[in-house]
């Protein structure tokens, strides 16, 4: 099976290294932050980038595009004036809600230990649950 972003020089073995399909799935720029606000449940567009703020529309669009070919991401377009899209975290998603979180805590470890800032967002402790807000 060929996933997306894998070059056409890989092998079948690079390809299923446990690691670099990870980073693969979770690691572009945006593609993390973006699981991590939708573990709170459904988001339009705009509540998606704003989670990112310092991101183009362009990128988020790419990322959410990238995590829909994988699986992480459903994407649903309403059939309204004007369109009305919403995402939310499929079963594969919500699959990767334990390693975020671990993210999260690893982030904070070495914040706290470099004595840098750490944001509010970064310093929730009671985590959005996926099914906490209710489908529009």
């Known amino acids: 099976k060929r996933y997306y972003g894998m070059q056409h020089d890989q092998t079948i ?11 693969r799935l979770l690691g572009g720029k945006y593609k993390s932050v973006i699981v991590w606000g939708l573990m709170g449940g459904t988001k339009r567009f705009s509540e ?10 362009k990128m988020i669009t790419k990322q959410l595009r990238e995590l829909e070919a994988d699986g992480l991401v459903s994407r649903k377009v309403y059939p309204v004036v004007p369109p ?3 995402y939310s975290l499929t079963e594969f998603g919500r699959s990767a809600i334990p390693l975020i979180k671990h993210m999260s805590e690893w982030g904070i470890s070495y914040l706290e230990k470099e004595g840098l800032p750490i944001s ?3 310093r929730m402790r009671s985590w959005p649950e996926e099914s906490s807000r209710s489908p529009r």
Request: hydrophobic fraction near 35%; glycine fraction near 0%; proline fraction near 7%.
């Open 84 to 86: 009305r899209t919403e």
């Open 48 to 57: 998606i980038q704003a989670l990112v703020p310092e991101a183009t529309s």
């Open 13 to 23: 073995a690079e390809a299923e290294c446990p690691v670099r399909t990870t980073v």
């Open 120 to 122: 509010d967002c970064a």
